[in-house]
Structures are given as C-alpha cells and as structure tokens.
C-alpha cells in the first residue's frame, strides 16, 4: 500500500460527509439518514435469515488483484466452515481513486459491499458519512484487542468506537544493492545502524560506484523518509487533538532538514529528478545502491529478474538514538447499510482471527496485522531478511490522519518541495505550511 500515490480528493466529503456536518434541515442529513435507516433494516433482515438458517449472500470489496488469491482462500475457508454463507468478491482498481469513487457511489445507493477493505486517509469521512458500522461490540467479544498491535487497532477507533478489523499493516526498511556494494569494496549496511552511519556509508560509496551511480535517495515522501525521522526527533505533524500541526517546530525541521542534506551533499539524485523517476524506479534500474521502501515493494522487488538476488534489507537506522519507524495499513470495514449486517460483522471479525491471517500471510504478500501471524510474511520470503519490517513494529508510530488528511498531505508535498528543490528555505516553506495546513484542520 503505497501511500504516497493515494491522495485522493474524496466526492464522499461532499456527498455524504457534508451531509452529516450541515447541520439540520432534511435535505442536507439525508444520506446519513438513509444510511441509519438501512442500517436498522439490514439488522433486522439479518437476524432473521440467520435464524431460520436461510441462505446469506455477502460482497466482499477489494482492489489488489494480488491479493485476491489469498482473499478468495479465505472466503473458501468461511464458506466451508459456514455452509450457509455465500461470499462474492468484488474487485476494484485503485488506481485513478476508482476504487473510492464506486464505493462512495454506491453506498449513496444502498448497495456497497458489505465488507470492504478501508484505509486510515478514508476512515474519518466514511466514518463521519454513517457508511460504517460500528465493530465494537463484535471486537470485545472476539480476541482480536490482544491479538494486534495497539497502534494498528488504534488506527480504526474513533471516539472510543471501532470501526475496523485490522487487515494487515506496513512499515519501512533500508534496501540495498548487494553488487553495488562488492563492485564499490563497501561493507553492507546492518540491522544496527545509525542516521550518522547512514552518511558515513554514503560518503564512502560516493566516489566509488559507477558514473550516475548514487549512494541512497531522498524523495519528497513523507511516510517512508521524513516522519520517521521527525517523530523520532521530537517533532510532530498533528497535535493530539487535531487541532494544529506542528511544522513550525525546530524538531520537526530538523527531521526534514537531514534527508535535504544529502540532496546537498550530492549523495542523492535532486528532488527533480526523482519526481520524475522515483526511488523505486532507480533502486530497481541500479541507480542507487540504497533506499528505504514500505514492505509492499517487496513482491515488486521480488519480481524484477535484474535486482531480485542482488538485494537485500536492513532494519531503518536510528535517528538520535530512537528506533524510528511509521505504520500505517489496511482494515477490513462492514457497511451500515448492509442487508445481513450480523452475518457481514462475523466474517469480517473472522477475517481477523489466527486461521484467516495465517492465510494471508502464507502468500508473502502483505505482513498480516495480527501478532502471531506477522512470522508468516518472513517465512514466505526467506532470500530477504524481511524481519527488519516486523522488528520493532510494536513501537512504530501511527500514520498521523484527520478528516482533510488528502489534502494536509498534498499541501505538505506541495510546500516541502520548494525547500527540497532549494526555491526557498525549509524555515520559510514550514512557515506558509502552517498556515495553510492549520486552515484546512478548521474545515
């Protein structure tokens, strides 16, 4: 799940979330009541095919198409272990908001999946559109609060309500070209590495990998570079209650500022060049030796026949001594309005129980969310030390979200790029980031 690529201007703020906000009047809240309303009749139709043992048919939304392998494995096992139950996937691209833009459709008709795949940057506004049912009753009679991680579970909670069976999650690690390193005479990077060891090694593969060769990359990026690094410093994007960011802090500066130094120090290619490219696309054409990627490039990296036994990965370096990582992932979300809502609410807790993410991780895919399945992902991907993903994951820091996260973050890019390209300072674009970023949390 590459978050980056997703800043996605949501039509449901519009449709369904504006509703909710208008205040009163009846055209303007009743999508929401419709919602509500749908949501009490599913309930009840639930109950009552449940009960007389009828057959249940339920949608199941997704958008990976490498996923939908594991994804239809897991229905097989429901099904079987529930012969009343009929699951029908439906599979959406993401690409292009495609995804969002048919779910958001549909649930103003009526008709979304009954259990779908959600994100953190969509929650708030689905949550605040009345599109998702509320989980926790169903998650504190389940062993899904003792089977997660606190943050993944966290992710999906919203005024004490959960909305969300964690899915599956990502966090960060140091890539790197094995052959870059022999040809150059370089020692490997290690699981125990320092920010400060990070440049010592770029400093040493400078002046000795190829022609347009470079030592590491510093995109523009903010979950995979920079809020590593500015949480770890004392920093911070929003404030507890979301209310102010904090881009005007020196810590939060000095987290950026690291990743600028080494476009600077030439041991990255410009920021230019790599909106134009992208890290990826370099470490996996042998244009630089290192770079950070989220656990989901791993089946791409995997794949690429030039680099897949060439590389291998360490776990992120320590900035000023703090293990620095960021998660963020998927959950599994039901519809309010969905026609067998209790039917829909058990397969999506059973999606997360051990046998479901047992299945999941076994394809080495994605990591799976619960915390004795995550040893699956490195027992399906044994050429990489994919455990630096899962080391210290209990302690990585949440994905920072609010109702505007689309646009905070393409706000963000927007700013933080001019210090990166050097069109002005980092202090004078935090300075107007602020601004502007601390208005759109007033929306």
Same mark, same amino acid.
């Given at each position: 799940?590459?978050?980056?690529?997703?800043?996605?201007?949501?039509?449901?703020?519009?449709?369904?979330?504006?509703?909710?906000?208008?205040?009163?009047?009846?055209?303007?809240?009743?999508?929401?009541?419709?919602?509500?309303?749908?949501?009490?009749?599913?309930?009840?139709?639930?109950?009552?095919?449940?009960?007389?043992?009828?057959?249940?048919?339920?949608?199941?939304?997704?958008?990976?198409?490498?996923?939908?392998?594991?994804?239809?494995?897991?229905?097989?096992?429901?099904?079987?272990?529930?012969?009343?139950?009929?699951?029908?996937?439906?599979? =959406?691209? &993401?690409?292009?908001?495609? !995804?969002?833009?048919?779910?958001?459709?549909? /649930? +103003? $008709?009526?008709?979304? *999946?009954?259990?779908?795949?959600?994100?953190?940057?969509?929650?708030?506004?689905?949550?605040?559109?009345?599109?998702?049912?509320?989980?926790?009753?169903?998650?504190?009679?389940?062993?899904?609060?003792?089977?997660?991680?606190?943050?993944?579970?966290?992710?999906?909670?919203?005024?004490?309500?959960?909305?969300?069976?964690?899915?599956?999650?990502?966090?960060?690690?140091?890539?790197?070209?094995?052959?870059?390193?022999?040809?150059?005479?370089?020692?490997?990077?290690?699981?125990?590495?320092?920010?400060?060891?990070?440049?010592?090694?770029?400093?040493?593969?400078?002046?000795?990998?190829?022609?347009?060769?470079?030592?590491?990359?510093?995109?523009?990026?903010?979950?995979?570079?920079?809020?590593? =690094?500015? &949480?770890?410093?004392?920093? !911070?994007?929003?404030?507890?209650?979301?209310? /102010? +960011? $904090?881009?005007?802090? *020196?810590?939060?500066?000095?987290?950026?500022?690291?990743?600028?130094?080494?476009?600077?120090?030439?041991?990255?290619?410009?920021?230019?060049?790599?909106?134009?490219?992208?890290?990826?696309?370099?470490?996996?054409?042998?244009?630089?030796?290192?770079?950070?990627?989220?656990?989901?490039?791993?089946?791409?990296?995997?794949?690429?026949?030039?680099?897949?036994?060439?590389?291998?990965?360490?776990?992120?370096?320590?900035?000023?001594?703090?293990?620095?990582?960021?998660?963020?992932?998927?959950?599994?979300?039901?519809?309010?309005?969905?026609?067998?809502?209790?039917?829909?609410?058990?397969?999506?807790?059973?999606?997360?129980?051990?046998?479901?993410?047992?299945?999941?991780?076994?394809?080495?895919?994605?990591?799976?969310?619960?915390?004795?399945?995550?040893?699956?992902?490195?027992?399906?991907? +044994?050429?990489?030390?994919?455990?630096?993903?899962?080391?210290?994951?209990?302690?990585?820091?949440?994905?920072?979200?609010?109702?505007?996260?689309?646009?905070?973050?393409?706000?963000?890019?927007?700013?933080?790029?001019?210090?990166?390209?050097?069109?002005?300072?980092?202090?004078?674009?935090?300075?107007?980031?602020?601004?502007?970023?601390?208005?759109?949390?007033?929306?």
């Amino acid at each position: 799940m590459k978050n980056k690529k997703k800043f996605l201007s949501l039509g449901l703020v519009g449709v369904m979330t504006a509703a909710a906000l208008a205040g009163c009047g009846s055209s303007s809240s009743s999508s929401q009541t419709a919602a509500s309303d749908a949501a009490a009749a599913g309930s009840t139709q639930s109950a009552e095919s449940q009960g007389s043992g009828e057959k249940v048919s339920l949608s199941f939304g997704i958008w990976d198409e490498n996923q939908r392998g594991a994804m239809q494995q897991m229905v097989d096992a429901y099904e079987k272990e529930n012969p009343n139950v009929s699951i029908e996937i439906q599979l =959406t691209p &993401y690409k292009g908001s495609e !995804y969002w833009t048919k779910l958001e459709a549909a /649930a +103003t $008709g009526g008709t979304a *999946p009954d259990v779908f795949w959600i994100n953190v940057l969509h929650l708030d506004s689905y949550e605040q559109g009345g599109i998702l049912a509320d989980l926790t009753d169903k998650i504190a009679s389940s062993d899904i609060k003792d089977s997660f991680p606190e943050a993944l579970l966290n992710n999906y909670v919203r005024d004490g309500k959960n909305y969300a069976v964690p899915k599956d999650f990502d966090t960060n690690a140091l890539w790197y070209n094995k052959d870059l390193f022999d040809q150059a005479g370089v020692a490997y990077p290690t699981d125990d590495m320092s920010y400060d060891d990070l440049v010592a090694l770029c400093k040493e593969l400078k002046d000795k990998l190829p022609d347009g060769v470079y030592p590491f990359a510093c995109p523009v990026d903010f979950q995979t570079w920079y809020y590593q =690094t500015i &949480y770890a410093n004392g920093g !911070y994007i929003l404030n507890e209650d979301k209310t /102010a +960011t $904090g881009y005007d802090l *020196p810590e939060t500066q000095e987290g950026i500022q690291c990743w600028i130094d080494l476009i600077n120090d030439g041991y990255s290619p410009s920021a230019n060049t790599l909106s134009e490219t992208g890290a990826d696309a370099m470490f996996e054409g042998q244009q630089i030796a290192m770079n950070f990627a989220g656990s989901y490039m791993l089946p791409e990296y995997a794949a690429n026949e030039q680099i897949k036994d060439k590389i291998d990965c360490v776990e992120i370096p320590t900035f000023n001594g703090v293990e620095d990582n960021v998660i963020n992932g998927l959950g599994y979300a039901v519809y309010a309005g969905s026609k067998n809502l209790d039917a829909a609410e058990d397969f999506a807790i059973w999606l997360g129980s051990q046998e479901a993410q047992d299945i999941q991780g076994k394809t080495g895919v994605v990591i799976s969310a619960r915390t004795d399945c995550q040893k699956d992902f490195a027992e399906a991907n +044994t050429q990489y030390n994919v455990a630096a993903y899962t080391n210290h994951a209990d302690i990585a820091y949440p994905l920072p979200v609010c109702l505007n996260a689309a646009e905070l973050y393409d706000t963000e890019a927007t700013w933080i790029t001019k210090a990166y390209t050097g069109e002005m300072s980092l202090k004078d674009a935090c300075a107007s980031l602020k601004q502007e970023a601390d208005a759109l949390l007033t929306q």
